[in-house]
């Protein structure tokens, strides 16, 4: 049976295509009526080949090289001197690992070590690495892991991958740090 390619990653067959209808979307009388296929067997698998091709960054390793801000947001968080001393002095490791629905993400350095599990889109406790109990949700759009922290101080972090490097983008208010790790 012939392949066509409906959403650039090609390989779907004609067979999935049988209860595609054409939809005509409003045009000017000036313009040609366009057709566009819609189905939800081809938006699954357009969205399972976008979601596997965005997840290049399980199992690599990311080690901090650049840090921007952070001890601004450490101050936020309310942590004391000792800690953002210490926070501020290690570079730590990252690294997202996947089993079935359930990632962990594990953060290393000499200093402590955090380790999260949890499924995209569901609610989890969290106690973060300084000591705060927070209810946490994280969300994956593309290549962007995104973490809400509900709590007495919310905040939010952003964690862009690519090839070769992880910028984590971390809010309180308005606070920002920044904080680049390179791929190991």
């Not at 976008?50 to 801000?69: P, T, V, W």
């Not at 962007?144 to 070769?164: A, C, H, N, W, Y």
Request: aromatic fraction near 8%; charge should be positive.
């Amino acid at each position: 049976m012939p392949k066509v390619s409906l959403c650039g990653a090609g390989g779907i067959s004609l067979g999935l295509i049988n209860s595609i209808k054409a939809v005509r979307p409003p045009h000017s009388p000036t313009s040609a009526p366009k057709k566009r296929f819609e189905s939800p067997s081809v938006n699954l698998v357009c969205r399972f080949k976008k979601s596997f091709k965005k997840m290049s960054f399980i199992g690599k390793k990311y080690k901090l090289e650049k840090s921007e801000n952070f001890d601004e947001y450490m101050k936020e968080l309310g942590v004391g001197m000792i800690m953002r001393k210490a926070g501020n002095s290690v570079s730590p490791t990252v690294e997202v690992t996947q089993d079935g629905d359930t990632y962990t993400l594990t953060t290393t350095s000499t200093f402590k070590t955090s380790t999260i599990s949890f499924k995209l889109g569901e609610e989890f406790d969290e106690e973060t690495l300084d000591g705060r109990k927070v209810k946490s949700i994280i969300t994956l759009e593309g290549n962007k892991l995104t973490q809400e922290q509900k709590g007495d101080k919310p905040s939010t972090i952003v964690r862009e991958f690519t090839d070769g490097e992880l910028i984590t983008t971390l809010t309180i208010g308005s606070v920002k740090s920044v904080r680049t790790y390179k791929a190991v």
